[in-house]
Structure formats: C-alpha cells, structure tokens
C-alpha cells in the first residue's frame, strides 16, 4: 500500500456514533509547526494502553475517554498485511508516551457499521479523536520514525486544545505475539484491497475461485469487495424505491447491502427473505444468489447466517 499523509479536516463526522455531548471546542488539524510532547521512556506506570473497540463500546472507549486525553484510532484488518505490519508499531509507541494517549483499534471486519460511519476505504486508517471531534492523522502502513512524529505533532494540538491529562494503563502489559504470516496465495488480492483497487481484487479474487471453486476464504473476499464497490455510489432514492415497489428487486437487494454494510445484518437477511417470497421465476433466484454472496460476507457459522438460511430454505420451499 503507499503511505500517504490523511489530511481531509472535517471528512469524518463522528456524531452519528456519539451521544450528545456538552464538550466544548473542536481542536484544530495538526499544522506544520515543530513536534512536541513527544514520549517519555519509562514514564508513568507500566501497563497496556490498547483497547479492542467495537461499536457497543465506542462510546466510553473513544469518545467519553477522548474528553480528557487523546485517542488514537486504528482502523485495521487481518486480512491486511499493512495493517498487520503497524498494529504492533502503534502498540509499541502508546507503550513508550505511557499514557499521553490510548491507542483504540477497530477491526474494520468484525464492526462494518463503524468502518463505514468513519468512511474508511483502505486500511490501516490512523485519526486521533480529541473533545469528541476527529483529527485526521495518517493512511498506510508507516515506520515507527513517522508514526512518531504525528504522534508528536498531535500532543502539540491536544495541549494547545487543553487536553493535558494522562490516561492509566487499560491492562497488563502485553507478551509480544508473533503475528500469523499472511497466506500468500490471497497476496495478490489482498494487496489490492488495500490499494483501494477493488476490480482488480475482484478479479484476484476469481482467478483464485477458478483454480479452487469451494475456497471458502477467496469466496469470503470476494463478497466483501464486491459489496463495499456495489455501494460506493448508492442513489438517494433507493430506499423509497424499495418501499414503493416490495417486487423491485434492483432496489431491494441494494438496500440490503447498505444495511449490511451499516451492521444490520439482520434487516438485510429479512429484507431479501422477503422479496424472495414476494418474487418468481429468474428474479427470484437473482434475490436468492444475491442472500447466499451476503451470507459469503458475514461468515457460514455466524449465528444470523445459519437462522436466516433456514428461513430462506423455508421460503424457497
């Protein structure tokens, strides 16, 4: 993936996510000025300062806590190799400014809804989160050098903004674990996805399912990319399309991969169930292999799958 500096102020609006708050003052983007309140080694107490956020915690964990000290948010993947590469990095330096900020990483895979509130396209996705408000910070996998100095960079706006306090460690220390190495037969497609270059993952992805059609983890990937590419561009009317017309089926399957993409899974799930049921011949089995992709994205033994799959065996017969 190629690093570049993420520098879109006001392209991520967290409110939808947030509770109304009475914070006072959004804090200005990082400028030009020179690094400062950089780390300390070995100050503070000893401890982790990584939390694992998802969206039932997003509000204590990120916005609550970004009241009185930075957050630092990490968009990542494990299908990512960059994201595999800068999660231990950013783990490392929340270790060393002991304090000066937590480091909150999203799993983009597991907390979709959050992913797409925030916008992200590619990952890994680094912003900071101050008083509530987003500061963007960076996009791509950097070096330790680098990630540094925004980090510094973003003690500067957080003080001048205020925001002095330090927070306590989070847990115990963490043993380093070695990551599992990424297979390298998804290499191709899975450098592509984070490249942002969704037709040519897609057509990794098939190449991948030509050789070997029942890959259950290339036919995973292949659904997901083709559901963020189907609702990069969704029409404003499409959802009273779908409620005008329960047998439009275009409608109907675009907006359950909207809903899909904003954590409802089972809306979506039912959504199709039903225009199944309302539909015959070709477009109904249009709606049906369109479920079966979906239920590719969230995973075969995942509990909504397995009920909705019994549902949809229902409803076909």
Do not use: C
């Not at 297979?183 to 969704?198: I, T």
Request: proline share 7%; charged share 20%; no cysteine.
């Amino acid at each position: 993936m190629s690093q570049s500096n993420f520098s879109r102020p006001g392209a991520i609006d967290l409110s939808s996510l947030r509770k109304p708050a009475g914070a006072p003052g959004a804090p200005a983007a990082p400028g030009g000025g020179a690094p400062g309140g950089g780390a300390s080694a070995g100050a503070g107490p000893a401890g982790s300062y990584v939390l694992n956020v998802s969206e039932p915690t997003f509000q204590s964990d990120v916005i609550e806590r970004s009241l009185q000290v930075p957050v630092v948010v990490e968009f990542w993947s494990p299908r990512s190799q960059g994201s595999i590469a800068l999660g231990p990095v950013l783990a490392q330096l929340s270790t060393e400014y002991a304090g000066k900020f937590v480091l909150a990483r999203i799993d983009i895979d597991a907390n979709p809804q959050l992913a797409q509130a925030v916008g992200v396209q590619t990952v890994p996705l680094v912003i900071a989160v101050l008083r509530g408000q987003v500061v963007p910070l960076f996009q791509g996998a950097l070096g330790e050098p680098e990630a540094r100095q925004y980090l510094d960079q973003l003690m500067t706006v957080a003080v001048a903004n205020g925001i002095t306090g330090r927070a306590e460690p989070v847990g115990a220390a963490a043993e380093p674990v070695e990551e599992e190495a990424p297979n390298p037969r998804y290499e191709k497609a899975e450098n592509a996805v984070g490249a942002g270059d969704l037709d040519g993952a897609i057509a990794a992805y098939e190449e991948l399912l030509k050789e070997t059609p029942n890959d259950a983890e290339a036919k995973s990937g292949l659904a997901r990319v083709q559901l963020v590419k189907r609702t990069q561009d969704v029409p404003a009317d499409v959802r009273t399309r779908a409620a005008d017309n329960p047998t439009d089926v275009e409608a109907q399957m675009l907006v359950a991969d909207v809903d899909l993409m904003g954590g409802h899974v089972d809306d979506a799930f039912a959504r199709l169930i039903s225009t199944v049921q309302a539909t015959a011949g070709d477009e109904r089995d249009a709606v049906r292999v369109h479920l079966l992709e979906l239920f590719d994205v969230v995973g075969a033994d995942d509990e909504r799958v397995v009920k909705a799959r019994r549902r949809l065996m229902a409803a076909l017969f």
